[in-house]
């Protein structure tokens, strides 16, 4: 439980921390979803460093989360496969994730609900996040099972996840399909059509993908392989 | 039962298991020997289905496996009840009293809502052992499960594998177990190089 607070604590603070320059307090969402922030004089966006930072430190908070528990699936995955073989230790590993993911999209909500209240406002941005959310972490949480299941590293894995997605953070800002692979993009608004689907393709074809993988010798010939 | 057919495991290009055939029986206990690589948890693995044989074939009735396959590997930051838990949610078959129980056969009781990277070694291969015995498997697969055990707990699994094998196929792999001191074993296979060097049965093994 203590771990649960203090995971949301750190959320709300770089909810707060992030640089807004205009009065809209709801935009904040925005800002720490794009790593950018708006010019209340001339209207256009730009990108400070600390929202950037924030938004990486965000995806980073969230990925690790998701990834540690992948990780301990997989620690137990003798055990676990013995029990139920192949389609019960896949079974295992999707149901963490997205009980993880429903966690994060509990804290993202319960941030949301605290701001609705305090502004007595609210922003559809709130259900197109939670949305787009769920399939880019789920996106990145089957790319990294898959790599598992392939035998590659877990720090091999998450340097090209985490260097994937800040390259594709600061291209989404100039070529909006690179914002499949981040939470929101500028003009989220006139992008939502193609990214949504786009992203919906690819978490079915890495969700079916982990199950289309049957051989089992790289998960358990990791370790030691000639004893 | 359980049969070898002429399996060999090939990786990359080296025969970690040569062309064994080998049955194991229901009521008995064998203990694989041999030095270190000489196959004997390639063998394990092949018996339980984690890996599949390059050549040859297994013949195995439909079974429920307890294993202990290399070192004993737990979630570190929870507790052995949180991760004793976890697996039994797996078959559904036990509940949360016949895991305490499980738990009190191998002397963790006491400590069993301890996070288990405050477990020492030995505590930790009890505790593997205990994940192994828990829903009553009708194949035990025991990958070194003496290692790190001090002499009073070295003889309390000793006593409980020899108590458990009526009904079961027990497979143990170990290096440096005295047989004649342990005489729980019914077939001693010996491997060297991922070949099977002699299978002895243990009553002329002790007789010799």
Not at chain 1, 139 to 163: D, V, Y
Not at chain 1, 165 to 173: D, E, F, G, T
Not at chain 2, 32 to 53: D, E
Request: aromatic fraction near 12%; charge should be neutral; include cysteine.
């Amino acid at each position: 439980m203590k771990r649960k607070i203090f995971f949301v604590a750190i959320l709300l603070l770089l909810h707060i921390a992030t640089f807004n320059e205009t009065d809209d307090l709801l935009l904040t969402f925005q800002f720490v979803a794009q790593g950018s922030s708006l010019d209340p004089f001339t209207d256009e966006v730009y990108f400070p460093v600390f929202n950037v930072l924030f938004n990486i430190a965000m995806m980073v908070m969230f990925i690790s989360t998701i990834f540690k528990k992948i990780s301990e699936v997989f620690m137990l995955h003798t055990y676990i496969f013995n029990r139920g073989g192949q389609t019960v230790f896949k079974r295992a590993l999707i149901k963490c994730v997205f009980q993880k993911i429903l966690f994060i999209l509990i804290a993202k909500s319960i941030i949301y609900i605290g701001f609705f209240l305090f502004t007595r406002e609210f922003t559809v941005f709130f259900l197109y996040d939670l949305l787009s959310t769920f399939l880019t972490l789920g996106i990145f949480s089957f790319i990294f099972i898959l790599s598992k299941l392939f035998g590659i590293k877990n720090k091999i894995s998450l340097f090209c996840i985490i260097s994937g997605y800040i390259i594709a953070l600061i291209l989404s800002q100039q070529i909006y399909f690179f914002a499949v692979l981040t939470i929101s993009t500028v003009d989220w608004q006139s992008t939502l059509i193609p990214i949504i689907p786009i992203k919906i393709f690819l978490f079915l074809i890495f969700g079916v993908s982990i199950n289309l993988n049957k051989k089992p010798d790289r998960i358990f010939l990791g370790e030691s392989e000639n004893d | 039962m359980i049969k070898l057919n002429n399996v060999t495991k090939t990786l990359k290009g080296h025969d970690v298991v040569k062309d064994v055939s080998l049955s194991f029986e229901k009521g008995k206990i064998y203990l694989l020997r041999g030095h270190n690589g000489c196959g004997k948890t390639m063998l394990l693995r092949l018996l339980c289905g984690l890996i599949t044989p390059t050549i040859g074939s297994i013949e195995k009735d439909e079974y429920t496996y307890g294993v202990i396959i290399e070192t004993p590997a737990f979630v570190e930051h929870e507790t052995a009840r949180q991760n004793l838990k976890f697996l039994a949610s797996i078959q559904k078959k036990i509940d949360m009293k016949d895991i305490e129980n499980s738990v009190a056969k191998v002397n963790l009781s006491d400590v069993i809502d301890k996070q288990v990277k405050k477990y020492s070694l030995g505590m930790k291969q009890r505790l593997s052992f205990c994940q192994a015995i828990m829903e009553d498997p009708d194949v035990l697969l025991l990958d070194e499960p003496f290692n790190a055990l001090d002499t009073e707990h070295f003889e309390l699994l000793v006593g409980m594998i020899s108590k458990m094998k009526e009904g079961k196929i027990i497979v143990i792999a170990a290096h440096g177990i005295d047989v004649e001191k342990h005489s729980i074993f019914d077939q001693i296979v010996t491997l060297c190089n991922g070949k099977i060097e002699s299978i002895e049965d243990c009553l002329r093994h002790l007789r010799d």
